[in-house]
Antibody
Framework: QVPLVESGGGVVQPGKSLRLSCAAS????????MHWVRQAPGKGLEWVAV????????YYADSVKGRFTVSRDNSKNTLYLQMNSLRAEDTAVYYC?????????WGQGTLVTVSS | DPVVTQSPDSLAVSLGERATINCKSN????????????LAWYQQKPGQPPKMLIY???TRQSGVPDRFSGSGSGTDFTLTISSLQAEDVAVYYC????????FGQGTKLEIK
């Protein structure tokens, strides 16, 4: 059973918005900090955002600060990433990952392509 | 935030031989209050998400073969594969979680 499943990726024009979701199962979602990590085609891993287990704190990479918003609904075991003002350089596979420090669980990823 | 740099960028090792990947931080990742180094190692095979191998610099994740080991403290860390198997071909990343989160650039491991 895959513990994390992302959805919501697709092709979007520059300047537009997209919302990603990550559904969790098989572990106690509300006990874990949750992250978004992205990987541009052929590139390495880039941490994007974290939200604490209870949603009380959120932190972002400088590259997305002010444009992306992370949120969670513990009653639905779901993590979200609202992405606004998308740019070509946001094109990547977006992974959700669970862990307050290291990332013990990862989803399979969802591809976001920003192109006109 | 700490910057972690891996070496080498790529590595070719014969089956059954030892593979060593290094990760260097520009600031200490050791937190003296709990005696822990805030560093993890991940393996990513083509078309797959990363998989955590090692956390707290040297603690092996459950289910990870014991040929994988992590060592080091402070600013210098090493991932060692004691006897390379064909299924170990992958890109390996170190990650610091001492302050925010940053990954190394990755090391591509291939069979010689």
């Amino acid at each position: 059973q895959v513990p994390l499943v992302e959805s919501g990726g697709g092709v979007v024009q520059p300047g537009k918005s997209l919302r990603l979701s990550c559904a969790a199962s098989g572990f106690n979602f509300s006990d874990y900090g949750m992250h978004w990590v992205r990987q541009a085609p052929g590139k390495g891993l880039e941490w994007v955002a974290v939200i604490w287990y209870d949603g009380s704190n959120k932190y972002y990479a400088d590259s997305v600060k002010g444009r992306f918003t992370v949120s969670r609904d513990n009653s639905k075991n779901t993590l979200y990433l609202q992405m606004n003002s998308l740019r070509a350089e946001d094109t990547a596979v977006y992974y959700c990952a669970a862990g307050s420090y290291y990332f013990g669980y990862w989803g399979q990823g969802t591809l976001v392509t920003v192109s006109s | 935030d700490p910057v972690v740099t891996q070496s080498p960028d790529s590595l070719a090792v014969s089956l059954g031989e030892r593979a060593t990947i290094n990760c260097k931080s520009n600031q200490s990742l050791f937190y003296s209050s709990n005696n822990k180094n805030y560093l993890a190692w991940y393996q990513q095979k083509p078309g797959q998400p990363p998989k955590m191998l090692i956390y707290w610099a040297s603690t092996r994740q459950s289910g990870v073969p014991d040929r994988f080991s992590g060592s080091g403290s402070g600013t210098d860390f090493t991932l060692t594969i004691s006897s390379l198997q064909a299924e170990d071909v992958a890109v390996y990343y170190c990650q610091q979680y001492y302050r925010s989160y940053t990954f190394g650039q990755g090391t591509k491991l291939e069979i010689k």
